[in-house]
């Protein structure tokens, strides 16, 4: 089992910047991705941003060139950091990890609890 524990959001005005962080402890033998989703009200959950092994990223259209995901192997972490927000932005944001628990194992998903991010205009 994987625990995904996120800090960071809250609320900015427009235009303003906020950094969410995302920790996974517990079984881990590889992360296969880590990222961010988003679900705004009345909205279905969206891909914001992940990073893959090896590094590569992959961004929603809306926030590319906004919004930048970092990611720390060593200590099975990632941040988003997210500039020049939008009120459309506002969403609970949820961290997300693919893994493996044993060299074995099924690739599993994890999430995390989720954490409000509000802009407001």
């Known amino acids: 089992q994987v625990q995904l524990v996120e800090s960071g959001g809250g609320l900015v005005q427009a235009g303003g910047s906020l950094r969410l962080s995302c920790a996974a402890s517990g079984t881990i033998f590889s992360i296969n991705a880590m990222g961010w989703y988003r679900q705004g009200p009345g909205k279905q959950r969206e891909l914001v941003a992940a990073i893959y092994t090896g590094g590569s990223t992959n961004y929603a259209d809306s926030v590319k060139g906004r919004f930048t995901i970092s990611g720390d192997n060593a200590k099975n972490t990632v941040r988003l950091q997210m500039n020049s927000l939008k009120p459309e932005d506002t969403a609970v944001y949820y961290c997300?990890?693919?893994?493996?628990?044993?060299?074995?194992?099924?690739?599993?998903?994890?999430w995390g609890q989720g954490t409000q991010v509000t802009v407001s205009s």
């Open positions: 997300n990890a693919v893994s493996k628990d044993r060299p074995w194992s099924a690739i599993r998903e994890y």
